[in-house]
């Protein structure tokens, strides 16, 4: 097997589940979702599907409720439109790379604004 072979697949099936969601799914638990990754296993026989959505906790569970009750569907219309041997099992998750890398930026900005506010009453000029 190719080397590249597993990045195209996972690729491929990204796009395809993205269509699927934007233009075939009518469920209401399913709002507005960006399919960020999937993940596969060597074999090709398993998929975790990451996703992310705008919205709040709950908003995020029950678009994970949605989408492993429409998984047969979806699996069923992705071996209509990737030809492989097995088509991977399905599995959904939350990706939550978005909400930590926020974080981040915001500890990163309040202890800039700390340093700022800290230069100020020093009466320095220059910041550091």
Do not use: C, W
């Amino acid at each position: 097997m190719s080397s590249q072979r597993p990045g195209r697949v996972q690729e491929a099936i990204r796009q395809e589940i993205a269509k699927i969601l934007q233009g075939e799914m009518k469920d209401p638990r399913i709002g507005f979702i960006t399919i960020t990754k999937v993940d596969l296993t060597k074999d090709l026989r398993y998929a975790r599907v990451y996703f992310s959505v705008l919205g709040e906790e709950k908003e995020k569970k029950l678009a994970l409720k949605g989408l492993n009750s429409a998984k047969g569907y979806i699996k069923g219309l992705l071996s209509d439109r990737i030809k492989l041997r097995y088509m991977p099992d399905i599995a959904f998750a939350i990706d939550e790379s978005l909400e930590h890398t926020k974080h981040i930026y915001d500890i990163l900005d309040k202890i800039k604004k700390e340093r700022k506010d800290e230069a100020g009453d020093r009466g320095d000029s220059e910041v550091q």
